[in-house]
């Protein structure tokens, strides 16, 4: 495996020379975060990232990511152009070497936390998910995490859309896109990777379908192009505890184009919280995921997911530096010890 951390470009208080003093970490996961869906991104921003990643030491390794347009997974009459557009980006990160793009089809809204500041006993915070909660959220268009809403069309529309999309629907609009992009993504060397959904479960009453093992075989089902894969997260899909996760990896093991590896601990049906990487810490057996890793031969881009806020820091909810440090060195110690 090759060692990678998410990088927020200059917003993000840990700068890309701390991160390379991380040990074994080489390679940088990072976007263009700006670009709204259904741009192009362009050229030179690329290629100046990289050429700025690339002075620090490190390599551009994946694009984490490339939002998919709401007309997409809608399966609007927009949805072609917007396809068009989607292949005009992966060949772009082809020309650029970035080899990797990490992206979802979750509609809406992209990951969801009821509270971004959990204390748990050592006076760390976390960010924690509590089903019952959604109940109280008023308006989920105001939710504080991302949320990639097209500039071209109002959150009235889209909520009045998507009522008419179930998950058989979602499951043909992503069948659609797949067939659309995936010959690009093979010509330009682009190896994509399919994000769960995180949770995996119906919010707000929108269809969610990337949520267990049954849907992954049934996703990588759809096409057999060496393009198509999977990112491999360990706390979406962790997050409810029938999806055997080192089971997973066995079964899916060449499809794992990028693996997100982090821990939680479940408090209750549909109730969690993200905790350290260790597992000691929570429910999530990292140990096992990086056994069956090493055991498929997995050479792919992994990353240390969310950590705590550890030690005073302050920033980007899940993504500070410290406790992702400390993962990244747990999950390379684990490597280590496996021989691998
Ligand atoms: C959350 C991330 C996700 C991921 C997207 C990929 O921390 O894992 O936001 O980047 O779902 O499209």
Same mark, same amino acid.
């Given at each position: 495996m090759q060692l990678t951390f998410r990088w927020f470009g200059h917003r993000d208080p840990a700068s890309l020379a701390r991160?390379?003093?991380?040990?074994?970490?080489?390679?940088?996961?990072?976007?263009?975060?700006d670009v709204p869906p259904g741009r192009l991104l362009p050229r030179a921003r690329l290629h100046a990232l990289k050429t700025e990643i690339e002075a620090a030491g490190l390599t551009f390794t994946v694009l984490e990511s490339i939002p998919v347009h709401e007309d997409i997974k809608l399966g609007r009459a927009a949805r072609d152009e917007q396809i068009d557009i989607y292949r005009q980006n992966i060949a772009r990160l082809g020309e650029a070497g970035i080899g990797v793009l990490c992206y979802n089809f979750m509609p809406l809204f992209d990951w969801m936390r009821t509270d971004l500041a959990f204390t748990l006993a050592d006076g760390s915070t976390t960010m924690a998910y509590?089903?019952?909660? &959604? /109940?109280?959220? $008023?308006? *989920?268009?105001?939710a504080e995490l991302p949320a990639y809403f097209p =500039?071209?069309?109002? #959150?009235? @529309?889209?909520?009045?859309a998507y009522r008419a999309i179930d998950e058989e629907a979602l499951w043909?609009?992503?069948?659609?896109?797949?067939?659309?992009?995936?010959?690009?993504?093979?010509?330009?060397?682009?190896?994509?990777?399919?994000?769960?959904?995180?949770p995996p479960w119906s919010i707000f009453g929108l269809p969610r379908i990337i949520t267990d093992e049954a849907a992954l075989a049934r996703? &990588? /089902?759809?096409? $057999?192009? *060496?393009?198509?894969?999977?990112?491999?997260?360990?706390?979406? =899909?962790?997050?409810? #505890?029938? @999806?055997?996760?080192?089971?997973?990896?066995?079964?899916?093991?060449?499809?794992?184009?990028?693996?997100?590896?982090?821990?939680?601990?479940?408090?209750?049906?549909?109730?969690?919280?993200?905790?350290?990487?260790?597992?000691?810490?929570?429910?999530?057996?990292?140990?096992?995921?990086?056994?069956?890793?090493?055991?498929?031969?997995?050479?792919?881009?992994?990353?240390?997911?969310?950590?705590?806020?550890?030690?005073?820091?302050?920033?980007?909810?899940?993504?500070?530096?410290?406790?992702?440090?400390?993962?990244a060195t747990y999950l390379l110690g684990l490597w280590e010890g496996l021989g691998a």
């Open positions: 991160i390379r003093q991380i040990p074994g970490v080489t390679g940088i996961v990072a976007a263009l975060y509590d089903d019952r909660q &959604l /109940a109280h959220i $008023a308006d *989920p268009w105001e =500039l071209d069309d109002s #959150p009235e @529309n889209l909520k009045a043909a609009n992503l069948a659609y896109f797949l067939a659309g992009v995936l010959p690009v993504a093979e010509e330009a060397g682009v190896r994509l990777a399919l994000h769960p959904d995180d996703v &990588l /089902a759809l096409s $057999a192009s *060496p393009a198509h894969g999977l990112t491999f997260c360990t706390g979406s =899909l962790g997050a409810d #505890p029938r @999806n055997d996760l080192p089971a997973m990896v066995r079964r899916f093991g060449p499809r794992i184009h990028f693996a997100h590896c982090r821990n939680l601990r479940r408090t209750g049906p549909r109730q969690f919280h993200e905790t350290g990487h260790p597992r000691a810490c929570g429910d999530i057996d990292l140990p096992a995921v990086m056994a069956a890793l090493r055991d498929v031969n997995f050479t792919g881009p992994l990353r240390p997911d969310h950590g705590r806020m550890i030690w005073g820091e302050t920033g980007i909810p899940g993504y500070g530096l410290y406790d992702r440090a400390l993962g």
